[in-house]
Every structure is written in C-alpha cells, then in structure tokens.
C-alpha cells in the first residue's frame, strides 16, 4: 500500500515514515501543499496522512486535489490544533476518513493506515 505523509516538521514526517515502513507500506513524504500536489499528480496513493496546519499551503486544498485525482484515497488529517475539534472537517473534506492528535502514537497512526487503507 502506498502512503503519502504531508507534513511540514521533518522529524515528525520521518518517525512516521520509519514506523510505516517497517509494517511493509512504500511511503513517501512532502512538506507542503505544492510539493503534494506534484506527487499526487503523478504518484497512485491510497492513504494520505496530512497535518492540518502546513506552514506552506493548505491542507484542504491538497485533500481537495487528491479526491479528484485520486478518488478512492483516504485522508487521515493530524493536527496539534484545535481547529476542527467538532469533527466538522468530515464536513469539508470528502475523503477524510480520521482526524488525530498530531502527538499519536506511530503504532496507532500505523494501525489507522491498515484500518483505512484496506477499504
């Protein structure tokens, strides 16, 4: 399964990357929204793990872009605000599947990716 991580703090999107790719999944990594967008215009994903607040970009217009260009994927936003804690971002994102602490467990983020990407 491939993964992609949008997240604009290197070490976080690395221990990510490290622990999914121990459970087998081909991972792939971008800090912004242009930088996703390039790869989702030419890369298949099939789960998105995308931090809710990039310093560069917006989230929602990189899940925006992956629902018409990659409609089966999923989107697990992670964030370590409070912006959309009423759950209203499943009313902004159509392929949003999960919203998480951005302070998750990599074993929890890995297991929602399983959960999720076997749909």
Same mark, same amino acid.
């Given at each position: 399964m491939n993964v992609l991580i949008v997240e604009s703090r290197p070490d976080l999107a690395l221990i990510w990357t490290r622990h999914l790719e121990r459970q087998g999944y081909v991972v792939a990594q971008a800090e912004d929204q242009e930088s996703a967008v390039l790869y989702l215009a030419e890369n298949q994903t099939d789960i998105i793990v995308l931090? !809710? &607040? !990039?310093?560069? /970009?917006?989230? !929602? *217009? &990189? *899940?925006?872009?992956? %629902?018409?260009?990659?409609?089966?994927a999923r989107v697990i936003f992670v964030?370590?605000?409070?912006?959309? %804690?009423? /759950?209203s971002i499943f009313n902004h994102?159509?392929?949003a599947c999960a919203f998480l602490p951005a302070g998750t467990p990599p074993?929890? !983020? *890995? *297991?929602? &990716?399983?959960?999720y990407g076997d749909h």
């Open positions: 931090d !809710l &607040v !990039l310093k560069q /970009g917006s989230a !929602l *217009a &990189v *899940a925006d872009f992956a %629902s018409y260009r990659h409609p089966d964030t370590d605000t409070t912006f959309f %804690s009423d /759950g994102a159509s392929n074993e929890d !983020l *890995a *297991a929602m &990716v399983a959960h």
